[in-house]
Structure formats: C-alpha cells, structure tokens
C-alpha cells in the first residue's frame, strides 16, 4: 500500500518540519533522486572532480614538500588563488542547480493537480526561473559584497588609528562593528533561504522577492533559525562522513611527512584525489537534504501567512459536495 502524500501546504511545528523533510525524501527518493541525477549528476561530476583534482594536487604537493622540507610560498600566489575561485565558482553553480531543481520539484509536487508530473516537467520549470534566481543571487552578492567592502575599510581605519595611538577604544569599537556586522549577516540569512521557493512557486518580481521573505519570517524568524540550523548540522553530520577517507589519508601522509618519509609521488597525487572526489560527490549529492528542510518550512510559513491548504480543502470539499 502507498504511503500518503506529504502534504506541503500545512502549518507544522519545529518538530514535524524535521520529520516532513525526511518523509519527503524517503518516499519521493526514486523519482525525486532521479531528477537530480539526470539534469544535475553531470555538473555534480565535473564540479566533484574539479574539487578534487585541486584539494588532492595541493595536498599532495604540500606534504611532498613537507617530506622534502622545502616549502614555498608562492603556491599560494595568483595562479593558487585564481584556481580556488574557478573551483568555487562550479561549485556554486551546482549548488544553485541542486537548489533550483529541488524548489521546481516541490512546486509542482505542492499542485493536487501535477500528481503525475515527470522528470521533464521539473526540467521546464526549472528553465523558467532560473535565470531570476541566479540574478537575484548574484545581486545579493554584489551587496554583500559592497557592504562587507564598507566595513572592511571601517576596520581597517579602526585598527590603523588603535595602531598608532594605542587605543582601547578603537579596538572596542573595532570588535563591536564585527559582531554587529555578523548578527546583521545572521539575522539576513533566514529570510535569504527562502527566497529560493519564492522564486520558484511565486510569480513575484526580482525587486520584490526579499521583502517576500521578510514577510513570510515575521513572527517565525527564530523557528526558521532553528529549523535550518538542526537541518545544517544533520547534513553536516552525513557530510563529514564522507570526508573521513581524507581525513584518514592527510594524517598518514601528514605524519609521514613530518618523519621525513619518502613519498611515491603518483601514489600520493591518485590517492588524495580519489579520497578528496568522494568527499566532493558525497557532500553534493546530500546537500538536498538541506535544500528540501528549507523547503516544507517555506510551506509552513506560507500557510500561515496565505492559509493556500486551508483554501484548497475548503474547494475540495465544494467539489465533492457538487459531486454529490
């Protein structure tokens, strides 16, 4: 017998988000996880072995360093730096990719009428938002990144002036303005992680998608904050399971190294980048789990703001009685 759909559009405490997020992945795992695999399991490889090639290569390359006890600096020079942001970049990328797959898999799973939707409907849905969701990132970026560039000279201005003048004050006020900076960044970055499925199962415009997200949290940040924190460390968890390989395999060499072993160089190089590949996939591939508890929370919330499932039963039963 079949389980029972989870129902989206439902007001839900602390707990049963949690719960609804794994029920939503056990029981849509073959459809939901073929989705994934067929439109992102390419991108999903090329960022997981672009991510490991890099992290594997360095970390060879230090501890070979290490076992020949000459270090340079210039490996973390312009061409080290250019590399790490390439990288990062796909990586984003993907990460958007998952996001936006999973936000368009939910919105037409959320619609009585998409019961039987496939892997191509998810597809289209995709492509009709994707550009709006990478744009309204990318601005989200480009403000942060203004804002942190503000601050940056505020600091660096407050210590410049405690340098040379010994002042307490100034370091007081430089450590306030961080704190003060990362509660601000906090506190922005519960409504952020909705602005996903807004874009995805609202037609709302860029310019008005945040002040959306500050509409649907009013009242439920703190419960949004918790909700995405618990989420954030059980896929933390998992994630780092993956990364035990690595782990095991950078104390070995580590220690080797600091013994003044010998390396095999090939053997070196291969084994730090299978390690470091299956640390990459398997976080990638288990990052929907945080994707999908923000998800049934953005439900929650916009029940409880525009009661969408209280209205959907009450033209069901209308339906029914008609019927009748």
């Excluded at 898999?105 to 039987?116: I, K, Q």
Aim: glycine share 8%; hydrophobic share 55%; charged share 15%.
């Amino acid at each position: 017998m079949n389980k029972p759909r989870v129902e989206l559009n439902k007001e839900r405490d602390f707990s049963d988000v949690i719960n609804a997020t794994f029920a939503f992945i056990i029981q849509e795992i073959k459809r939901y996880g073929k989705t994934i695999l067929y439109y992102g399991g390419i991108p999903i490889l090329l960022a997981g072995i672009a991510g490991a090639v890099f992290s594997g290569a360095e970390l060879s390359n230090v501890f070979s360093q290490m076992s020949s006890g000459e270090i340079s600096a210039h490996s973390l020079g312009a061409s080290y730096q250019f590399k790490v942001l390439a990288v990062n970049l796909l990586i984003t990328v993907v990460y958007l990719c998952l996001s936006g797959l999973t936000a368009a898999y939910m919105v037409l799973y959320s619609d009585p009428s998409r019961e039987g939707f496939g892997i191509a409907d998810v597809w289209l849905q995709f492509k009709a938002k994707f550009v709006k969701q990478l744009s309204f990132y990318l601005l989200v970026f480009l403000v942060v990144a203004a804002i942190a560039m503000v601050f940056s000279f505020i600091f660096i201005g407050l210590g410049i002036g405690a340098g040379y003048g010994g002042s307490r004050l100034l370091l007081a006020l430089m450590v306030i303005a961080v704190i003060l900076l990362l509660l601000f960044f906090i506190y922005l970055s519960v409504p952020l992680s909705m602005a996903n499925m807004v874009i995805y199962a609202e037609d709302v415009d860029l310019g008005k998608v945040f002040k959306r997200c500050l509409d649907l949290i009013k009242g439920s940040w703190w419960q949004s904050f918790a909700i995405i924190l618990v989420i954030y460390l059980i896929y933390s968890i998992i994630s780092s399971l993956f990364s035990i390989p690595v782990m095991v395999s950078s104390m070995v060499k580590g220690f080797v190294a600091a013994s003044g072993g010998g390396f095999d160089a090939g053997n070196l190089s291969f084994t730090m980048v299978l390690t470091s590949l299956i640390s990459t996939l398997g976080s990638l591939l288990i990052y929907p789990i945080l994707i999908v508890g923000v998800g049934i929370q953005y439900y929650n919330l916009k029940e409880k703001t525009d009661n969408v499932g209280l209205i959907e039963r009450i033209a069901q039963m209308s339906d029914d009685n008609g019927a009748n």
